[in-house]
């Protein structure tokens, strides 16, 4: 400990030491040197500083003794003078997942690297931490718990689980409300309390660090990618320790109708006739209980409603998301809007194959979709979709995602049913 500690000194007296109570864990250099490759891995062994930078995300990392001015967000990594880092200049960075949204960046505030050779040019240290730092913000699209669980949740999993709760959590663009509804995975991930930046303006230091978070795919894991050797089977299994989900599976399931849950969306594609939905599905034989958004904000208390159903049923959109919570084997079933086939698909169907679930799609027609009869069936909303895409995303969201509602064909819905039936008795047997 002595050692790194020693590159932090420059005679501060009213520094205070935390994270003191720790075990040995493993070397910090291997920690970090999971988080880059080829020749962003040979760099950091070579300086000890590397960024890893693909399509989605930029994450930057150091095992040298760094520290965080939390009045300016600058982060100083100390350097020798004969080392190469003194070569690099400054780099910006946004600590935000997806790096290709330039719209949502606007809303993650930059952190600026700054690596100092000359000790007595850097801030003192008021608190020094045994442990390194990951660097990430809350800024960016947060409110929607698709938006969340993607970009922030997921991302902070890969590039954090393999310290197991070793690091600290250093979070800018700070939301409470958001640190709250999520600090059981905070927990779970990290033994310490969060830092907050704009509450805390002090000069925390610590035995190195990371910036920003590791994006794999949409709402998913890739044991081949950084870190290697997680999947959405691990980070399920994370999210049923840390809410103490009881159901693995959903053969485990008990009760004489299989609980369907049905996502009752209260604006925009909304089901129009959603009343006779749920008597339908009783008639098939479902236990069914409807959910509004405002119930799924508290999800220490809803993870575990989640999890003791067979199915899950919902219009694209962000509720469906709790298909995280679900037992391996339940069913997802998304209805998918009028014109919505391609993000109903990969944001939702793709991740549920990943999650082990069985996953159906309820692909409504024209006429099911309140714009048939606002448009007619002559107007390029109904008849050419891709020219509405055409004129981009502003657009077509004004359309397809904020103003379509759904009144449900009862007949081939419950053909749809009847097949999800089939599915829950192959798994937990008949009822």
């Known amino acids: 400990m002595g050692s790194w500690r020693?590159?932090?000194?420059n005679n501060n007296k009213s520094r205070v030491i935390v994270d003191e109570s720790i075990e040995e864990m493993e070397p910090l250099e291997l920690l970090m040197g999971r988080l880059v490759r080829d020749e962003d891995h040979t760099q950091l062994e070579r300086t000890g500083f590397a960024c890893h930078t693909d399509l989605h995300s930029k994450v930057c990392l150091t095992n040298n003794p760094t520290r965080i001015n939390n009045t300016n967000l600058e982060f100083y990594i100390s350097t020798n003078n004969?080392?190469?880092?003194?070569?690099?200049?400054?780099?910006?960075?946004?600590?935000?997942?997806?790096?290709?949204?330039k719209i949502t960046l606007r809303d993650v505030t930059p952190l600026q690297i700054i690596f100092q050779p000359n000790k007595t040019l850097l801030p003192l240290c008021q608190f020094i931490h045994n442990v390194p730092v990951l660097i990430f913000s809350t800024g960016g699209f947060t409110g929607n718990l698709f938006h969340e669980f993607d970009e922030t949740i997921i991302p902070l999993f890969i590039t954090s689980y393999h310290f197991q709760t070793r690091v600290r959590f250093l979070i800018t663009d700070h939301k409470t409300w958001w640190v709250q509804k999520y600090n059981r995975i905070l927990s779970g991930l990290s033994r310490f309390n969060v830092v907050n930046p704009a509450e805390d303006g002090s000069v925390h230091c610590f035995n190195g660090g990371v910036i920003g978070l590791k994006f794999h795919n949409i709402l998913s894991l890739n044991n081949t990618d950084i870190p290697g050797g997680y999947s959405m089977s691990d980070?399920?299994?994370?999210?049923?320790?840390?809410?103490?989900?009881?159901?693995?599976?959903?053969?485990?399931?008990?009760?004489?109708?299989?609980?369907?849950m049905l996502i009752?969306?209260?604006?925009?594609?909304?089901?129009?006739?959603?009343?006779?939905m749920v008597e339908m599905m009783k008639e098939v034989g479902f236990e069914v209980m409807t959910t509004t958004p405002q119930r799924m904000s508290n999800l220490d208390k809803?993870?575990?409603?989640?999890?003791?159903?067979s199915v899950i049923i919902g219009a694209h959109g962000a509720g469906l998301t709790n298909e995280v919570f679900l037992a391996n084997g339940a069913v997802v079933v998304q209805v998918v809007p009028f014109g919505l086939d391609w993000p109903s698909t990969y944001f939702f169907g793709k991740p549920?194959?990943?999650?082990?679930?069985?996953?159906?799609?309820?692909?409504?027609?024209a006429k099911e979709s309140s714009l048939w009869d606002k448009y007619g069936e002559n107007?390029?909303?109904?008849?050419?979709?891709?020219?509405?895409?055409?004129?981009?995303?502003?657009?077509?969201?004004?359309?397809?995602?904020?103003?379509?509602?759904?009144k449900i064909n009862l007949t081939r819905f419950r053909d749809t049913m009847i097949q999800v039936k089939k599915l829950i008795e192959e798994k937990r047997g008949s009822w």
């Open 6 to 9: 020693d590159g932090l000194s």
């Open 82 to 101: 004969d080392s190469q880092q003194n070569n690099f200049s400054p780099i910006l960075i946004h600590p935000y997942a997806r790096q290709e949204d």
């Open 235 to 260: 980070f399920r299994s994370f999210l049923r320790q840390t809410y103490n989900l009881k159901v693995n599976n959903v053969s485990e399931l008990s009760g004489k109708k299989p609980m369907v």
């Open 264 to 276: 009752s969306r209260q604006t925009s594609r909304r089901f129009m006739n959603e009343g006779e």
């Open 302 to 309: 809803f993870s575990s409603v989640v999890n003791l159903c």
């Open 352 to 365: 549920a194959a990943e999650m082990e679930l069985q996953y159906l799609e309820y692909k409504i027609e």
């Open 379 to 406: 107007h390029p909303v109904i008849r050419d979709p891709e020219s509405i895409f055409a004129q981009g995303y502003f657009a077509s969201r004004a359309i397809y995602i904020d103003e379509q509602n759904l």
